[in-house]
């Protein structure tokens, strides 16, 4: 049987697995699809699975643990699965604690661009997350994380746009994403400043804008909240029978999205 003639065996058994909850047995059938075809055969079988199915699969492997899909996912594939990552959080996951929300979801980012050295894919996977509505959101609840350092590095862009660097006072992990973010898409960053901002819309205005630390203090400009954001990403989530999302085509809240 040829490699071709594997791949749809396979793309049936991973999803399957997955949607039973078994992750290590779908990480084994991409190791020995590697052994047996290469990694570009695991490459295209995760190129076809269901965005849904993708979001499950890269979830258990956030932060630190790294899987074969975390290496290998395409940039579009990943990309699509970003959409579905809000339909499995609750309102009490949002209200009680919506900072712990937006660090389980920065884990992943971060573990995904970050996950090799390559460059040159690390700007791609950035660039086609942050082209949709849902990836402007994302970033901009990562960066509802660090809103000071957003704002004094949209000053250091104004200046030397992508060449910027990712010195900081603050010890943020937050900024070098967002740097990373520039020099993939100056474009993505913007949408994903003025998700955050939404007063503004041009970055001139938000480098000369200044930021309080004082929570009492009454703020000067419209920030959107962590939890504000979360909520709003929630409502994009396709529906179950809806494709994934046109660049800049909204899409309202759907059900059973992993059923």
Do not use: C
Not at 226 to 238: C, G, M, N, S, W
Request: no cysteine.
């Amino acid at each position: 049987m040829s490699e071709k003639a594997n791949l749809p065996a396979l793309s049936k058994q991973v999803s399957e697995l997955v949607l039973a909850g078994s992750l290590h047995h779908a990480e084994q059938a991409f190791s020995e699809a590697v052994e047996q075809h290469g990694d570009l055969a695991v490459v295209e079988v995760l190129g076809q699975l269901a965005p849904q199915v993708t979001a499950l699969h890269l979830a258990g492997f956030d932060g630190g643990k790294t899987s074969l899909a975390t290496l290998l996912v395409p940039p579009k594939a990943w990309a699509d699965s970003l959409a579905f990552f809000a339909a499995t959080w609750s309102d009490d996951m949002i209200e009680d604690d919506p900072e712990r929300v937006a660090e389980s979801l920065f884990a992943h980012v971060h573990g995904i661009v970050f996950s090799t050295d390559d460059v040159e894919r690390r700007h791609e996977l950035l660039a086609e997350a942050s082209a949709t509505d849902y990836g402007a959101t994302i970033f901009a609840i990562l960066f509802s994380m660090a809103p000071k350092e957003m704002l004094e590095l949209a000053g250091e862009v104004l200046a030397k746009g992508q060449y910027i660097t990712a010195q900081s006072s603050s010890d943020s992990d937050v900024v070098p994403l967002a740097v990373e973010l520039v020099r993939a898409s100056e474009d993505g960053w913007d949408r994903a400043l003025f998700e955050l901002f939404p007063d503004f819309r041009h970055s001139g205005d938000l480098a000369d804008a200044e930021y309080s630390d004082d929570p009492d203090e009454e703020p000067k400009f419209l920030q959107r909240s962590t939890k504000e954001l979360l909520y709003r990403l929630r409502k994009q989530v396709p529906s179950q029978r809806s494709a994934i999302p046109k660049r800049g085509a909204r899409k309202s809240i759907g059900t059973g999205i992993f059923s």
